[in-house]
């Protein structure tokens, strides 16, 4: 049996309900992922201090031969700096991406709350390790390059932990509306980063890592204290996962999906058989077991293409501004943050829509349909005024981060709580890692061809793009076509044409 991990007694008293623990388990998840982003985005504000332009700060006051870097960071201080960003951006987005497939499994085999505060304070510890090599003057690449190595893996130990411990409290019924809200914090931890870094990278820039480091060590500590993994661990019934095919079985089914969690007392007539037992003794699944869940593998080739293009503007869209647009680098990166606040607004609309029709993969698919050619207009016309750009760029971030984020979060949460699992939710992590570790390949990959790309035209760049959304939109037919016959059957039963 799974021993329940000791929850502190003055939090029981102080939260005796259900509703208190569901809401104290979205804010300390929420602040978890943004000190997540948080501590990752000082990286793309540095960069412009590691190699500025020193022509513009007078003559070399050392006199040295070399007066056009002389105020650079070494090893950044050659031509060649933007290969060695690009090697910092990429050893932690690969580092990220197979160290993800790993994460999932051993977060479903060690208590999530442990597992994510070892992780955060780890973050940390990284984070500002990268920020100490301004104090300690250290001017070699690989202890950088190591750094952002060991950060990514130590990083993915954060998404696979949070989803599980919301999806352990929530259940199907509202999923996709309080995991859009609550993805938000990817952009709050983005923004926040920028706004943290950007207070010491011109004076001092290895606070600009240190600060974030401390704090995502904080939030970590602070959830290992706070953070209840399981409704059973506070006397709390499991929520419902999926729809009871016969609804004679479980008449108040919609009751325990929708509405608050109950008591073990007030469930356990209806779930006198099922849910207790797995929820008691519950078996971590294996990854090949977690592929062989329907859709896993779907959803997660899909998110390889969506992630590819979100992360492709996140890393080109102020250059793209610049270059295309003719704006200073400041008020192109402070327009490129547009295309977040449609990425938060996309995830609420997706979460929205996907709860009330019940497709999941069928919102994805149309917000990918709609974004392909939304993607074509904003090349062509886009720059065409401020208003226009504006525009653009809320509604291609809305449609392009959307299905990026209702498959990590209430996909994921779906999955690793499928029907076939029989109520054991010890799926979630690894099913969650299996999803997201794909996408960091995309996310890994989709900046690297754009380099690539770029030097031919901006054009091929987002036609590149329009071909992963077409792509990650096919990926999902078959899904579709599941959705759709579930749909037919459910409308010619109401109408009396099936008999049940």
């Known amino acids: 049996l799974r021993p329940p991990i000791p929850v502190p007694q003055t939090l029981t008293s102080l939260l005796p309900s259900s509703h208190s623990y569901r809401g104290l388990t979205l804010v300390l998840t929420f602040l978890s992922y943004t000190s997540y982003h948080l501590s990752r985005k000082p990286i793309s504000i540095v960069k412009s201090q590691l190699h500025p332009n020193c022509s513009a700060l007078g003559p070399n006051p050392h006199n040295d031969s070399n007066s056009t870097t002389w105020c650079s960071w070494a090893p950044f201080d050659g031509d060649n700096y933007k290969e060695l960003f690009g090697a910092l951006d990429n050893a932690f987005l690969v580092a990220y991406a197979i160290g993800m497939f790993i994460s999932g ?140 095919t016969t609804s004679e079985k479980d008449p108040e089914a919609v009751t325990s999906n929708e509405g608050p969690l109950s008591l073990p007392g007030q469930s356990s007539v209806d779930h006198s058989n099922s849910p207790k037992e797995p929820a008691e003794k519950p078996e971590a699944i294996s990854f090949l077991g977690a592929l062989r869940i329907p859709g896993v593998v779907e959803f997660s080739l899909c998110l390889l293409f969506a992630k590819l293009v979100s992360y492709t503007f996140l890393y080109w869209l102020p250059l793209y501004i610049v270059n295309v647009a003719h704006f200073g680098a400041k008020d192109a990166g402070d327009l490129s943050t547009l295309f977040d606040v449609g990425g938060i607004l996309g995830g609420i609309l997706a979460g929205l829509i996907s709860d009330y ?39 291609c971030g809305a449609l392009v981060n959307g299905p990026y984020a209702l498959i990590t979060t209430a996909v994921s949460a779906d999955l690793g709580t499928h029907e076939s699992l029989k109520g054991n939710a010890k799926a979630l992590s690894t099913v969650t890692a299996i999803i997201d570790g794909t996408g960091s390949i995309g996310a890994a990959l989709g900046p690297l061809l754009a380099g690539l790309i770029s030097p031919t035209g901006w054009n091929n760049v987002f036609y590149m793009l329009i071909a992963a959304d077409v792509l990650a939109c096919l990926l999902l037919a078959r899904v579709v076509v599941k959705e759709a016959r579930g749909w037919c059957g459910s409308m010619a039963r109401q109408r009396g044409y099936v008999v049940t």
């Open 105 to 244: 499994i051993f977060g479903e085999r060690l208590p999530l709350r442990y597992y994510l505060s070892g992780g955060m304070v780890l973050s940390g510890f990284f984070t500002a390790l990268f920020g100490l090599g301004y104090f300690w003057d250290i001017h070699v690449l690989w202890y950088f390059i190591v750094v952002q190595v060991c950060n990514g893996l130590v990083q993915t130990t954060g998404w696979p932990a949070v989803v599980a411990c919301v999806g352990n409290w929530f259940g199907k019924g509202k999923r996709g509306l309080i995991m859009g809200i609550w993805n938000s914090h990817t952009s709050v931890g983005n923004i926040l980063g920028s706004l943290i870094a950007g207070v010491w990278v011109s004076s001092a820039w290895g606070l600009s890592f240190i600060v974030p480091g401390i704090i995502i060590t904080i939030v970590g500590i602070f959830c290992f204290f706070f953070l209840v993994e399981y409704p059973e661990d506070v006397n709390c019934s499991p929520p419902l996962h999926h729809v009871m």
């Open 357 to 395: 029709t019940g497709g999941r993969a069928t919102t994805c698919c149309v917000m990918l349909v709609v974004a392909a050619p939304m993607l074509f207009l904003y090349n062509q016309v886009g720059q065409n005024g401020i208003g226009i750009s504006i525009a653009m760029l809320i509604i």
